[in-house]
């Protein structure tokens, strides 16, 4: 598995060796020891989730206070647009964010340290992520930024207007945004 920094060093896109022939194909979609070298330092995951999403919907920005989540996110049937938002007010890339299409064609993963805000983009007629978390869900701890807050200006590729929660309708600015340090 080959990991390589995006736009923001702290997030990285993991691209695994597929094994394929007319039978289908395996690969491995984690190891501990591999991902701990990657990332540079240990990470214990707490938490497995599954999501569900059709055509146009976007989730996000989505983060945790209090109990941060570290996410190493996948697809595994449709394809993302998948962002990361760097929250950390002692970082060279706060307020910065970085973004790749995760799809089950190209196997990738996105590893989101915590300290960042993630959101997500389907881009095809449905899409179903797996994503490991370093903390539980927290209802208490758990805020979200308006996807479309222009002085973040993520650069989403819609092609129409999105499919929105109630909660995402009502993100807050990252000006009024519970921060990190």
Not at 45 to 68: E, M, T
């Amino acid at each position: 598995m080959r990991a390589a920094p995006l736009a923001i060093a702290d997030v990285l896109l993991f691209e695994p060796q597929v094994h394929g022939d007319a039978r289908g194909f395996l690969y491995e979609s984690f190891h501990q020891g591999r991902f701990e070298r990657a990332v540079g330092r240990s990470v214990a995951f707490v938490q497995d989730n599954h999501s569900k999403s059709g055509a146009g919907v976007l989730r996000g920005l989505h983060y945790q206070v209090g109990r941060p989540q570290g996410k190493l996110i996948r697809v595994v049937s449709g394809s993302v647009f998948d962002v990361a938002v760097d929250l950390r007010r002692s970082s060279p890339s706060f307020g910065h964010w970085t973004g790749a299409v995760l799809s089950s064609e190209n196997c990738r993963q996105m590893w989101i340290p915590e300290g960042f805000a993630h959101g997500f983009l389907v881009l095809s007629e449905s899409a179903e992520l797996l994503y490991k978390a370093t903390d539980y869900w927290s209802p208490e701890s758990e805020r979200c930024i308006a996807w479309d807050d222009a002085q973040l200006a993520v650069d989403w590729p819609l092609s129409g207007p999105p499919v929105l929660s109630a909660k995402d309708q009502r993100g807050t600015s990252f000006a009024a945004a519970d921060l990190f340090d």
